[in-house]
């Protein structure tokens, strides 16, 4: 996944693997959670994608000592909230969090959920998180067309419809390849003044 290495080497491609039947897609974005689900996905009977974000791996956090196994397909509530709900997966899950602490000195408060895995995707703590707060912003740096936002909008639309006070937003990153200049990639990737003013707007409505 993206780091400055354009093209070639940098991408979101959890949109085009979500696609396979059968295939368990795993988006860590923590230290506990790296090692939690990929004990449990080597241990499994599936085919598994774990997905790193290059950006995750400066990342320093708890780990729990000895064996540790996450539960695929349970997310993962990183920040409650009462106001908007925020879905978010692997590096926005950072970038989310950034966002929510900023609004919260402006009286927005934020949930921040963050699935873990998209395959299988924890879709009824998504929806419990909207009918408690009648917003949703879905934050993904993959392309918008056919991607994990999408797919999360149509379901909580259908399961969901009458839990919402506004429309279903998405926040993706720019539909266009990866450039390699690192000012030129912040540049396609939602950022945590983006975020932040996606969800003042949606707090609005």
């Known amino acids: 996944m993206r780091g400055a290495g354009a093209a070639q080497h940098s991408g979101s491609p959890q949109a085009m693997l979500w696609n396979c039947p059968g295939l368990r897609i795993v988006l860590p974005a923590s230290p506990a959670d790296a090692k939690g689900l990929i004990t449990t996905v080597l241990n499994g009977g599936d ?31 990183r ?40 395959s299988p995707l924890d879709t009824d703590t998504i929806l419990a998180s909207v009918k408690k707060t009648g917003r949703l912003l879905i934050v993904d740096e993959a392309f918008a067309p056919c991607g994990l936002g999408a797919e999360i909008a149509a379901r909580v639309a259908e399961a969901g419809f009458d839990d919402l006070d506004a429309p279903i937003r998405r926040l993706n990153g ?11 990639e912040k540049a396609v990737i939602p950022q945590v003044e983006d975020i932040a003013r996606a969800i003042r707007e949606l707090a609005e409505e």
């Not at 925020?86 to 959920?113: H, N, P, R, W």
């Open 47 to 77: 085919p598994a994608v774990v997905l790193s974000h290059a950006k995750l791996l400066g990342i320093e956090g708890p780990v729990p000592e000895g064996t540790h196994a996450t539960e695929l397909g349970r997310a993962d509530i």
């Open 174 to 184: 720019a539909f266009a390849p990866t450039p390699y200049s690192p000012p030129l």
């Open 79 to 118: 920040r409650p909230g009462r106001d908007v709900s925020l879905v978010a997966t692997s590096y926005m899950v950072v970038v989310a969090l950034q966002a929510a602490v900023e609004l919260e000195s402006i009286g927005i408060d934020v949930e921040v959920i963050d699935p873990r895995t998209v």
